[in-house]
């Protein structure tokens, strides 16, 4: 709302401005229709824009003006004297009350009423009409032309060019520091110059959705229906221009979708679908790429029923039939195609979704279809944010070169590095960063280049798109460039995968990856595909089956363990596995934890472990590979006995155990892996010799304990362990256990307990916090 109150403040000024002589002029010739319907318009738009922005005092005056030269309009009045003084105090305080909101300063509405009173009667006694005042804050805002705007850009992207240019001569010649450093800042100058450019001509992409909830409102109770519109990305940023050509496509396809696409409610209720149809439209930036989708849960499109269409307008059908099913979904762009039978408002004319496309790709952009038959359908449309100049990283592939936006990569790494692991699972590559697991692409391999033959390391950039995380596999990086991008052509930008071109100071032309295109040309999953459905948590629910690793035991058979206890899959040296204090254990991460194993490690150098945890414990468990994540029957066979394994599944044919969790921790765990707060706190006190802390305090601590040898603000003691000689301060109200070092008591009012006595200073303790919690 701050943006349309601003621009209807700049509006109102420019527009008083230039009526400031209009109605003077208008007086002396009071015939001149010209002038007439010029100052009309103005009040009558104040008087409109009042009613959206909730003006009400701004509402009145321009309502009252209105009235009176529509009736000079209609020859019903002539303009006097006092019927153009009254006006012009009118527009005058229509002025004051517009600096008012601008300046936030507050006015009071006296003299507003006689103003009125004015206008009706067409008497001087507007002259004596106090109007108030207000200084004008200062202008924050200018209007330009479009065709200014972009020679400016034209020239910002020159001046980027010839920077690029001169600090390339820079480099490759002796750098002189007075030189290096100038160059410096002229970059950093021309940077921010080109981000100050670049944003003149952006504006909020609400401006485009903002008209959607009553157009679908209308447009479906016409149509007997009920749509519910969820609107996403409205802060997202695109040319003004953009946002305009975009405006009508936008709307067709909107209205389609609840003409064509979402069905009545008794049609509906037959599927087995709520009543209430959905519709979203979203916006997200990709790159130098907004995508805008609508998507409904409708009956989707029915291609045999286009193909039947373009039969009827002279198609061949055994040709239409012999398309592969993209191409069938195409159809729905054949000019004066229409799946509708019946000619209404809204469709049946034959005009539509050739011309949507059509406009789209008049300005670089590309629509994409996403049916779902009897689910629903989405539309993807992509199109470029402006000609804009973004910074780009230029990596090589197959020895081309291609710019990826910098905003877009994480971090690049090389192949080589200790805290990189790329494995295959079930065909596809993972890459493991830091223990960070993420699906990996090879650029040579998506676009169909033959990788080039250097010296065997590989560059990985970390790109993050909306929907997650991958790793993209590159010959080498070049270097950091502004580059200024445009659309690249309509059959360029169809392959999804490029997002633009560029020139740079090198004069060969080069692309601009669209990540996130990537990721979906290869088909790669980030767990929801980037796209949930509209019932995504009731389709959860409904789907039967434990989501589960699959995985390669050390004695080669094959098992399973949920992915919910999985935190993740590491490759380990073998020399970190011990066995030690009665287990195995393995040392990772500055931290030691309990390996547990099915069959002997024997003599492998590495070994791949699976880090099991249960919100507070964790165990380490060792398997040949990881095969893939699969979703397993909940039909499950139980074990006969209490062991590693839980049951036994049938999937794809093969019975598969199931590794027993609960039989993991309770076998391998080390301790209880409660939160602090609630394990009970024994206070070590009177241990002067530091014998208790050193031998007693694992053995505690095992069994639950939170040890403290002294208590924090707040906290109390559940139980107190001291040694029998020591003499202890009057305690707060904690029992308190003796520790003695003779085997024998000293009698039977002695209740201490030998020190190496570990059952019965456990069953002490227990005894004593029993005690106090019955008092």
Known sequence: MDDLLQEFIAETRETLEALSGEIVAWEAHPDDKGRLDAIFRFVHTVKGSCGFLDLPRLARLSHAAEDVLDQVRRGERVPDVGLVNAVLAVVDRIGVIVEAIDSGDSLDDSGEDLLIAALAEGTDTVAATPVGGAQRAPARSVRLSVDLLDRMMSGMSDMVLARNELARHVREGDMDPALESALERLSLTVGEMRD???????????????????????????????????????????DREMIEMMRDPLVHIVRNSIDHGIEAPGERRKAGKRENGRLIVSARQSGNQIIIEIADDGRGIDTERLIAKRVQSGGDERELRALPERAKLDLVFEPGLSSKDEVTEISGRGVGMDVVRAAIEQIGGRVELDNNPGKGLRIAIHVPLTLSIISAIVIGAGGQRFAVPRQAIEEIVTDCGEAIRIDTIGGALMLTLRGRRMPMLNLCSVLGLERAQLDGRRMIAIVSVPEGSYALGADTVFDTEELVIKPASPAVMA?????????????????????????????????????????????????????????????????AVPVVAVDRIEQIDAANVRFAAGRLRLAIDGRIIPLAACAELGGRERLNVMRLKDGANEVSYAIEEAIDIVMLPDDITPAREAGPISGVVLFEGEQIELLDILWVFDAHSDRDGENDEVRPICLIAGDEDGWIASFVRPLLETSGYRVAFKLAPGESASVVLSSDDASLAPAEAAPVVRLRRRRVAAGTADDSVYRYDRAGLLSALEAKMAGKAGR
């Open 196 to 238: 100050t450019v670049t944003r003149t001509r952006m504006q909020k992409i609400d401006a485009l959705f903002s008209a959607l909830p009553r157009m679908v409102r209308d447009t479906a109770a016409g149509l007997g229906k009920s749509v519910t519109l969820h609107v996403e990305g409205s802060d997202v940023e695109l």
């Open 495 to 559: 392959c999804g995968t490029y997002a633009g071109q560029t020139l740079p100071d090198s004069g060969l032309p080069m692309l601009l990856l669209d990540c996130a295109g990537l990721a979906s040309v290869a088909g790669l999953d980030f767990g929801n595909g980037g796209h949930k459905s509209f019932d995504d948590e009731e389709a959860e629910a409904a789907v039967k089956g434990i989501p589960a690793l699959l995985f390669r035991d050390l004695d080669g058979v094959r098992r």
